[in-house]
């Protein structure tokens, strides 16, 4: 079975850094894109940052750029994302997925397989 | 950015009762829509991807349909398992933007 377990969230300070991790197992984790996903307390879901199967392209929505930075480790089996320079509006549940691309496009993708997710609170 | 809003926010229904949440787009996303279902404290699970292919394992009481900027998910019959939250997500370009979700609770 597709497992994706989560770690690193905690209580940082505005202006803090934190790492998150994502350890894969169950698939060939270097044969897929892998994203990262957040949800703030009574929000939805906002889709944070993808990385290419090889790790040689990433991307990520606009609020975070400069700030977050995705990587992974095919040979660990984990999927990363540093976080600097947080803000309050950076506190959110924070899961990985795994992207399902159905067709050639780089539109047809979704996410088939998350982790329950790690906690991200920043707050002084 | 591409909006996604859904309607309703929050539906009370019934064991039985057939279930219809729209999504709508701020553009034209063609058929790159894809719904997910979330209960608390889990991850989101994967049920109908490109707008009306439903995900391996899910049951067939929940479809999909639409294209353009219009789309909907159906539950034909609500079971006691399906009181949850749903989300559509657009992916026809980046950011792949989700919804803001529809809480579907017991009547």
């Known amino acids: 079975d597709v497992q994706l377990v989560e770690s690193g969230g905690a209580l940082v300070q505005p202006g803090g850094s934190l790492r998150l991790s994502c350890a894969a197992s169950?698939?060939?984790?270097?044969?897929?894109?892998m994203s990262w996903v957040r949800q703030a307390p009574g929000q939805g879901l906002e889709w944070v940052a993808n990385i290419k199967e090889d790790g040689g392209v990433t991307h990520y929505v606009d609020s975070v750029k400069g700030r977050f930075t995705i990587s992974r480790d095919n040979a660990k089996n984990s999927l990363y994302l540093q976080m600097s320079s947080l803000r309050a509006e950076d506190t959110a549940v924070y899961s990985c997925?795994?992207?399902?691309?159905?067709?050639?496009?780089?539109?047809?993708?979704?996410?088939?397989?998350w982790g329950q997710g790690t906690l991200v609170t920043v707050s002084s | 950015d591409i909006q996604m809003t859904q309607s309703p926010s929050s539906l009370s229904a019934s064991v039985g009762d057939r279930v219809t949440i729209t999504c709508r787009a701020s553009q034209s996303i063609s058929s790159y829509l894809n719904w997910y279902q979330q209960k608390p404290g889990k991850a989101p699970k994967l049920l109908i991807y490109a707008a009306s292919s439903l995900q391996s394992g899910v049951p067939s009481r929940f479809s999909g349909s639409g294209s353009g900027t219009d789309f909907t998910l159906t539950i034909s019959s609500l079971q006691p398992e399906d009181f949850a939250t749903y989300s559509c997500?657009?992916?026809?370009?980046?950011?792949?933007?989700f919804g803001q979700g529809t809480k579907l609770e017991i009547q």
């Open positions: 997925a795994r992207d399902l691309h159905y067709d050639g496009s780089g539109s047809g993708y979704c996410f088939d397989s």
């Open positions: 997500q657009q992916t026809y370009s980046n950011p792949g933007t």
């Open positions: 169950g698939f060939t984790f270097s044969g897929h894109w």
